[in-house]
Each structure stands twice: as structure tokens, then as C-alpha cells.
């Protein structure tokens, strides 16, 4: 049974950087097109970056902008994980952030995603 892990969330001060991981369990992490979302206090869940089956990487929404930071999606095959680096955090950033598996190519909504993890919070404060 697949199984995805989020870690690496925390408090962290603005301008600071944070790296979530993304442990999958049960399938080949580069057999799946792995997403990474975010849902900040009573807002929707929104696409941040994705990376596919063939290790090319998206970036959308708020990432694209830059008013959450600097994102780096990346993959470790030997570790099965996926990871996003988020420098220069600004605290507009403050969500909780999920990742979420599909077999097919990147996409940026929701329902497109059939696994998904339980999320790491980032808190993003002075």
C-alpha cells in the first residue's frame, strides 16, 4: 500500500529556510508523479510544485510569485523521497504543507492526486 510522509515543517523566522521531505512507502518513488501543496488557516489547498515520473519539475501558483520564498523541488531515488527547500521564507508562507502522489504526468489540482500524506505545519514568525 503506498504511503507518503511529510517532515521537516517547523517555526521559523522570516528570511529563514526550511526543507520538507516527502518519505514514500510502498511503490518506487519515480513511478509516480509526486505534488506538493499547501492549505493555509481558511483558505483551499493549493498546487506549489510538482515533480514527475521523469524528474522534470513545475513550479505554480504563490511559488511562481515569489511572495512565499524560494522553492526547490528535488527527488532522491536511493531514498525514495521527494524534497522541497523553501529559502528566504516571508510569513505569508504559514500553511500546512502536504504532498500527494499520481501515476500520471505533474498537476497542480487537487483532485487529480490519489495519495496524500498527513502534512507538516510551517510557521512562518518573529
Do not use: H
Request: net charge neutral.
Amino acid at each position: 500500500q503506498l504511503r507518503l510522509v511529510e517532515s521537516g515543517g517547523g517555526l521559523v523566522q522570516p528570511g529563514g529556510s526550511l526543507r520538507l521531505a516527502c518519505v514514500i512507502s510502498g511503490a518506487r518513488v519515480d513511478v509516480y508523479s509526486i505534488g506538493w501543496f499547501r492549505q493555509a488557516s481558511g483558505k483551499g489547498r493549493e498546487g506549489v510544485s510538482c515533480i514527475s515520473r521523469d524528474g522534470d519539475v513545475m513550479y505554480y501558483g504563490d511559488a511562481v510569485k515569489g511572495t512565499l520564498g524560494a522553492f526547490t523541488i528535488s527527488r532522491d531515488d536511493a531514498e525514495n523521497s521527494v524534497y522541497l527547500e523553501i529559502n528566504g521564507l516571508t510569513p505569508e508562507a504559514t500553511a500546512v504543507f502536504y504532498c500527494a502522489a499520481r501515476r500520471s504526468y505533474c498537476s497542480s489540482r487537487t483532485d487529480a492526486y490519489d495519495t496524500w500524506g498527513q502534512g507538516t505545519q510551517v510557521t512562518v514568525s518573529s
